[in-house]
């Protein structure tokens, strides 16, 4: 089997290399420092030169403007974002761009995607249901009217979801099955109100109050939404890979330079133990990250496996909801009280991965329900 990445795959992350090379993780004000949100907007200004780079069309086919690639592709570039901690809806505007080439009809694609690849449109998708906690279909309900769907519910913590012009909002129609409604932003009976992350970026809670959405801005197709959930799944374990390499990266700069009884505080076994075990934690957060985006590619494909592809998801969140909690604790706690200087970046990269974990949800969810997947697909 060839593990390497494709010459398009590596590409890509040389040009997110490129953009992202000037990002600095201090740019923005620091959320312990700012009582409400750090911005009222995302970054523009990167978000016009991602486009530039063609990355925002990175995953969409060459009929719609785009290099045809995949969730890896995505990934890789995902995980250079998290690096710098780049604020910029990637991750949500690509997953729903690609949910809509693979499931949306003709009008829904030639209305979205073509300003989704050029960046003159934003995209996001409200995937946290009502709580936080529930299945985000069942927050809201879509009811037939003529030609229309009628929608009405509430989704919390969207993200960017005051800077989207469209908003994938997943419901449940009554009979069991999970749709995607398109809502463009100022539509009639939709309403935004101020949530903030850990991470001190601006959400929206999103009321909707008998939201008409045509019929031609609906997927009915079944699985659909839920392909979209584990995409954001695993582009949320690529985030939190990116972001605990770069901080185990400063963690090795700082104690390398830090010097106790005349020695760099790296040569104590006790320091170098805790930093080879988060080591470890990455490198079990990539591989089983690799392998959930190749799933979800494969499943895509037709290819199957002995488990369905929120198997491998489930395995990703696991490794990625502990290993990231792990690794920014470890280098809080190497670098002393310098950790806590707010001149210096490292609480940046700690507010924000208590955002991932909280977004990945606990790890022992995540086993309940690899368990129960195992049950109903038994191995041998």
């Known amino acids: 089997m060839d593990f390497t990445f494709t010459e398009e795959q590596q590409a890509a992350v040389e040009a997110a290399k490129a953009v992202f090379a000037d990002v600095a993780p201090d740019g923005v004000p620091s959320p312990a420092l700012t009582p409400r949100a750090v911005a009222e907007e995302f970054d523009r200004d ?18 719609h403007g785009g290099s045809g690639l995949d969730a890896i592709a995505l990934c890789l570039v995902l995980r250079e974002a998290a690096r710098v901690l780049a604020r910029v809806p990637l991750l949500e505007h690509c997953a729903t761009a690609m949910a809509v080439q693979a499931h949306g009809g003709p009008e829904l694609a030639g209305a979205l995607l073509p300003g989704a690849g050029n960046g003159g449109l934003v995209l996001t998708v409200a995937a946290h249901g009502r709580s936080g906690h529930d299945p985000a279909e069942l927050a809201v309900t879509a009811r037939r ?5 009628v929608l009405d519910g509430v989704q919390t913590a969207v993200a960017w979801g005051h800077s989207a012009d469209w908003t994938a909002v997943p419901a449940h129609t009554g009979e069991g099955e999970a749709v ?13 109100a101020e949530q903030y992350s850990t991470s001190g970026e601006r959400l929206a809670e999103l009321a909707l109050d008998g939201v008409r959405v045509p019929a031609a801005h609906l997927i009915e197709a079944p699985g ?9 799944a695993t582009g ?15 963690t090795s700069q700082y104690t390398s330079k830090r010097e106790q009884f005349g020695f760099p505080v790296a040569t104590f076994q006790s320091v170098a133990v805790q930093a080879a075990d988060r080591y470890i934690d990455l490198r079990a957060m990539e591989v089983t990250l690799w392998q959930a985006a190749w799933r979800l590619d494969a499943s895509t494909g037709g290819a199957g496996g002995p488990l369905p592809s929120a198997g491998d998801v489930a395995v990703a969140k696991i490794w990625a909801s502990e290993g990231v909690r792990r690794v920014v604790q470890t280098a809080q706690h190497l670098h002393g009280g310098f950790g806590a200087d707010t001149d210096y970046p490292l609480h940046r990269y700690h507010a924000w991965a208590k955002q991932l974990e909280l977004q990945l949800g606990p790890a022992a969810a995540h086993e309940e329900a690899l368990g129960d997947l195992l049950a109903a697909h038994p191995l041998a």
């Open 224 to 232: 659909a939404w839920d392909h979209l959930r584990q995409l954001l």
């Open 145 to 149: 009217d003529g030609d229309a769907w």
């Open 236 to 250: 949320t374990c690529a985030l939190a890979l990116g972001l605990g390499e770069n901080v185990l990266t400063m």
């Open 180 to 192: 995607l409604a398109f809502v463009p932003k100022g539509a009639a009976g939709l309403s935004l």
């Open 46 to 63: 990167l978000w016009a030169k991602l486009a530039d780079s063609d990355l925002l069309s990175l995953v969409l086919a060459e009929e």
